[in-house]
């Protein structure tokens, strides 16, 4: 077994008034986790204040490999692996790089706003930024505005998973070219037309055969149109 720490995207199971969360349990061992937090309003003694409490209450990420974990596993232990959709038993990981910078994000931003993947709209990619100075310098993402306010916001992904948008001040972004739009959308009209394709075959409308086929198709259009691009642009 591959003995390489990794972010692993793990089920909650616990209760909301379970005396340790899964998170806490898996701390308390030494396992980094991490799990997107949002401020909660609530009424103790008479007295309104907040709490922190998870954004999702059964998404947690943890880094630690998988002869560590497997034992939080166990049934009734309230804590189970995410798995890859189509694969057998595989469980689902973040890339290092990716979690890393998704979490610098949301800590050093005043106040993050997050998204589940399918509430990330067409709109709210629409402006693409890099950001200049600070702990998020050199990173690229797309610009979200809230009418009738001021705030800008960065669009931070980890993609199928989580969105997160954190607050940028107007004068550490620079708008970015978009060199590569006819490839982002050929990519968009391939996962959706997949999508279709996959939803036939799970109702007996297509037939498997027919649907390598189609992956193979889009594989290849994808490669073609990008090597094409690469071209024409010189890289």
């Keep these: 077994m591959d003995e390489t720490p990794q972010w692993y995207v793990l089920r909650d199971l616990s209760r909301p008034n379970a005396k340790l969360s899964a998170f806490e349990k898996l701390t308390g061992r030494g396992v980094r986790c991490f799990t997107p937090m949002v401020k909660k309003p609530i009424e103790r003694r008479g007295k309104h204040g907040w709490k922190d409490v998870p954004y999702m209450r059964d998404l947690l990420f943890a880094h630690s490999t998988r002869d560590v974990l497997d034992p939080f596993m166990r049934p009734g232990l309230k804590l189970q692996y995410r798995y890859i959709y189509g694969g057998f038993m595989e469980p689902m990981t973040v890339r290092e790089a990716d979690m890393e910078r998704f979490i610098l994000a949301v800590t050093s931003s005043v106040s993050s706003k997050y998204y589940r993947p399918e509430e990330i709209t067409p709109a709210m990619r629409n402006r693409r930024i890099r950001i200049i100075g600070g702990p998020l310098h050199g990173y690229e993402g797309s610009l979200v505005t809230v009418r009738g306010t001021t705030v800008k916001r960065l669009l931070v992904e980890l993609p199928m998973l989580l969105a997160a ?52 198709c889009a594989h290849l259009s994808l490669s073609l149109l990008l090597y094409i691009m690469t071209w024409r642009n010189g890289v």
């Design 165 to 216: 948008a954190v607050e940028v001040e107007p004068d550490s972004y620079n708008s970015c070219k978009r060199k590569n739009s006819a490839i982002n959308f050929l990519r968009h009209t391939s996962f959706l037309y997949l999508c279709l394709h996959e939803d036939r075959m799970r109702f007996g409308i297509g037939k498997p055969e027919n649907f390598v086929f189609v992956c193979l």
